[in-house]
């Protein structure tokens, strides 16, 4: 009996997006996929909406299926998601919903060490990580920040844009901003390689969290418990 996989996220800006490319092939082998979809949750209406693509799946005969979110928090989107499959379940014989990249504390270690492993520290630099808003995503990320911290990473910043510039405002050292995102979207693009860099006259790191392997394993193994 085939196997669908949902990658479910904001899909606004993944076009041509390498990380989230090799996200979702190291998935699809993973979880033995025999056909792979994308669905969108939230951001901007670009894409099919998460409940209408399993509607479509049930309604093709697919009765086993998983879905898997390039959510970072356990948030309203994740909540959304987790809704979507509850109202469809009685359409299929097994559909999962794989948790957010920061299921626990163990999530928070590991990501800490993939960022420390990615972002050495440099003499006279600060790097601050920009993430969505919002008071479970801002938990999340000072979570993160302490988990970094406990590495030895004092030098590192992880919050919402707004946040980040109060924390930054009138400081001498010099800035290297990236996205604390999943995927290279319309959010990481324009808002925090774009806007916020210029706030800041920083420089940037133009990656997603999904181009590093570690965040990858990490995925690929919320997916597998929740076959």
Do not use: Y
């Not at 299929?92 to 990249?101: C, D, I, M, W």
């Not at 928070?108 to 060490?113: D, F, G, K, S, T």
């Not at 010099?174 to 290279?184: I, N, Q, S």
């Amino acid at each position: 009996m085939p196997r669908a996989l949902v990658i479910a996220g904001c899909l606004s800006g993944e076009k041509n997006d390498a990380g989230v490319a090799a996200l979702v092939d190291e998935l699809a082998a993973a979880v033995g996929a025999d056909m792979t979809l994308r669905a969108r949750t939230g951001g901007r209406p670009v894409g099919r909406a998460l409940p209408d693509v399993l509607a479509e799946l049930r309604a093709g005969g697919v009765r086993r299926a998983l879905v898997v979110t390039t959510h970072v928090v356990d948030g309203r989107l994740q909540r959304a998601a987790a809704s979507a499959v509850r109202d469809a379940a009685p359409g299929f014989e097994s559909l999962g919903l794989a948790p957010p990249l920061l299921a626990g504390e163990r999530d928070h270690a590991a990501v800490a060490a993939a960022l420390d492993e990615a972002l050495p520290a440099r003499p006279g630099r600060v790097v601050a990580l920009a993430g969505h808003r919002g008071p479970e995503c801002e938990a999340a990320l000072a979570g993160i920040e302490g988990a970094l911290r406990e590495r030895g990473r004092g030098d590192v910043l992880v919050g919402a844009p707004e946040r980040l510039v109060a924390r930054l405002e009138g400081s001498a050292p010099k800035v290297l901003l990236g996205p604390f995102l999943m995927a290279l979207g319309h959010h990481a693009r324009h808002e925090v390689l774009g806007e916020l860099a210029r706030s800041l006259s920083a420089d940037v790191w133009p990656h997603a969290l999904a181009e590093l392997s570690a965040i990858r394993r990490l995925v690929i193994s919320h997916a597998m418990s929740s076959l």
